[in-house]
């Protein structure tokens, strides 16, 4: 059971962690300018490169292995994509309006910011245009991958058999084989010392190593130190009557949906059911929830009786917003006809502007602004500073008023930065560059993104260095005992298993109660482990069984004895029951993948990906 869960459980996960509606970026081949340039993949027409790869991984150091593995997971994702434009797949116009107003990073106290969305395309220097391609394409993504969590049928005796399974138990006693148990039968002399350390010599070095000062310089910082006068707030708001401090308005909708390109005869018919349903809800205004829940065909808001939420001017479509914004609360619209379908209306509140929060959000705003125009002159200036004062960072920060801040002993190489600002590709290369490792000088201002330049100079360095023979003798003993004994664990184990099976006895052996386990709960028992001592029939009990664990041990299980499934949680049923439908939703994406990996061709080059 656990290799079926385990080797089930790739395509859904995979891609849909990586397709998370962020939307922090471009999809695969925005960076790229020159068409001539080398790529990783191409799938169906579309090219894959570097940058893309560079984009997934988020900037973030990565080895081979992990980049290998984000470059599968992007041929996916555009496997997918070039499906979605072969069935014609694309989003409507409402839905990037609900996936934009539904993004946390967009939105102040709860609801969506326009001011928020201005500065959110500013600060990544995309254009609106280019920001709802994006979406789009997640958008079509999550549409091809959603029917395979949908509609999953899980029989109740799967159900059953799994909630046997997972009730049986077994009691187990095991027996450990450790490595350091078998040094002394190890050749550990100098001369198997040394031969080791020539054949790792790369393995045995002190890697290249600098402490820095560095300063920071951000736009965010930058707005924080901005003043505003209540003259500057007041002229905004005159200047941006209609976009700070907006009235909003709360409604609920019923929806009957016409699709797109529907004959006119269908078209009617629709209206004509919405006429019905009009008249009903204007003869009992107090059915209008009950009936959105059974009628509306608009899922996101169907559930919650048709509430909408509060929205401000122009956040709807146009007849829609033009609709809502000519009733008074409790009024019940006529029919309104977008795109969608038809709607009935009622205006369920109108939330005057808070003149209180419009002033703070101009001010905000305001100091933004004055923070945005300033911030490239500001980087200019630390340029000049930092250049002219180049012994220093000091001189710079009194000017700028910065913080000279200290950052201890950065490894080059080390994936495990602790200082995430450190993990930045850039500021890794100007770190352990020349000019400020050898020449001792103050690196250039260093862009990390978000609107914020780094300057690093380097207090002490520590070169690259062979470590000699006798600084690393206890670590290679510990490493020969660790690699050598667990060949010799697993041998001895496996030999003592063969002659336990065969019933002949074996000495040495020190057995200890592992008590109760099942596969719900494993106590300290790994898969591995599990497996075996499930494998074994229960007839058969009691046997024996062994599995060799990560850290070298072997461990001999003794199962003693089998107790019977107790009685199945009725709660549990639901959950086996998502369980096996996850499993199941897995395989088939699997499957959809290979089978779409054969419709449409992938190239993947011969340039790596690291």
Not at 77 to 83: K, M, S
């Amino acid at each position: 059971m656990f290799d079926f869960v385990q080797n089930n459980r790739l395509a859904l996960q995979v891609i849909l962690g990586a397709v998370a509606l962020t939307f922090v970026g471009f999809g695969v081949g925005s960076y790229t300018s020159a068409v001539d340039d080398p790529y990783l993949a191409k799938v169906d027409k579309v090219k894959i490169y570097k940058k893309d790869l560079d984009r997934a991984l988020e900037g973030q150091p990565a080895d081979a292995a992990t980049r290998q593995a984000a470059l599968e997971n992007l041929i996916r994702q555009e496997l997918l994509l070039a499906e979605g434009r072969h069935q014609g797949l694309s989003a409507s116009p409402e839905a990037l309006r609900q996936v934009i107003a539904s993004l946390p990073v967009l939105q102040e106290n709860g609801r969506f910011s326009e001011a928020r969305y201005r500065e959110f395309l500013a600060n990544r220097n995309l254009t609106p245009q280019a920001f709802e391609a994006q979406i789009a394409r997640e958008v079509v993504l999550k549409e091809q991958l959603l029917p395979f969590l949908d509609g999953q049928f899980v029989s109740r005796t799967q159900v059953a058999q799994v909630a046997r399974l997972m009730g049986e138990s077994r009691v187990l006693k095991l027996a450990l084989l450790k490595p350091e148990a078998f040094a002394g039968e190890l050749k550990l002399d100098d001369a198997a010392l040394k031969a080791y350390y020539s054949a790792n010599a790369k393995r045995f070095k002190s890697p290249e190593a600098v402490k820095l000062e560095y300063l920071v310089l951000s736009q965010e910082a930058l707005a924080a130190r901005q003043s505003v006068s209540d003259a500057e707030v007041a002229k905004y708001l005159q200047d941006h009557a209609g976009d700070v401090g907006k009235e909003e308005r709360r409604a609920s909708h019923i929806l009957l949906t016409v699709p797109a390109g529907a004959k006119p005869a269908d078209k009617a018919k629709v209206k004509m059911e919405a006429d019905a349903i009009l008249k009903d809800v204007r003869a009992n205004p107090a059915k209008f929830a009950e009936l959105a829940k059974v009628r509306s065909q608009d899922p996101g808001s169907a559930v919650n009786g048709g509430d909408l939420g509060f929205f401000a001017q122009g956040m709807m479509v146009k007849p829609f917003n033009d609709a809502v914004f000519s009733l008074k609360p409790g009024q019940i619209s006529d029919l309104v006809e977008t795109e969608f379908g038809y709607h009935i209306i009622r205006l369920d509140e109108v939330k005057a502007p808070d003149q209180t929060a419009a002033r703070a959000e101009a001010a905000e705003r305001i100091k933004r602004q004055k923070a945005s125009a300033a911030f490239r002159a500001e980087v200019e200036k630390l340029g000049d500073l930092v250049y002219q004062q180049g012994g220093s960072l000091k001189p710079a920060a009194d000017a700028l008023g910065l913080k000279v801040e200290s950052a201890d002993w950065l490894v080059k190489g080390d994936k495990n930065v602790v200082q995430p600002l450190f993990a930045n590709p850039k500021l890794l290369e100007a770190a352990f560059s020349d000019e400020v490792v050898k020449k001792k000088q103050n690196s250039e201002p260093v862009d990390v993104g978000n609107n914020t330049a780094v300057v690093v100079r380097a207090v002490e360095h520590r070169p690259e260095r062979a470590q000699a023979i006798a600084e690393v003798k206890d670590v290679i003993r510990a490493e020969l005992v660790a690699r050598e004994g667990a060949k010799l664990a697993e041998a001895r184990g496996k030999a003592m298993l063969a002659d336990l099976k065969a019933g002949k006895p074996v000495a040495g052996l020190s057995w200890a109660d592992a008590g109760e386990v099942s596969r719900r709960a494993p106590g300290s028992l790994s898969i591995a482990e599990l497996r075996e001592a499930f494998s074994v029939p229960v007839k058969n009990v009691p046997a024996y069984a062994g599995a060799k664990r990560d850290n070298g041990e072997y461990v001999l299980i003794n199962v003693v004895g089998v107790n019977a499934p107790k009685a199945a949680d009725p709660a549990e049923g639901p959950q086996i029951a998502a369980l096996l439908g996850e499993v199941s939703a897995n395989a088939q994406a699997t499957s959809y993948l290979g089978f779409l990996r054969e419709k449409y061709k992938v190239t993947v080059s011969q340039q790596p990906a690291e």
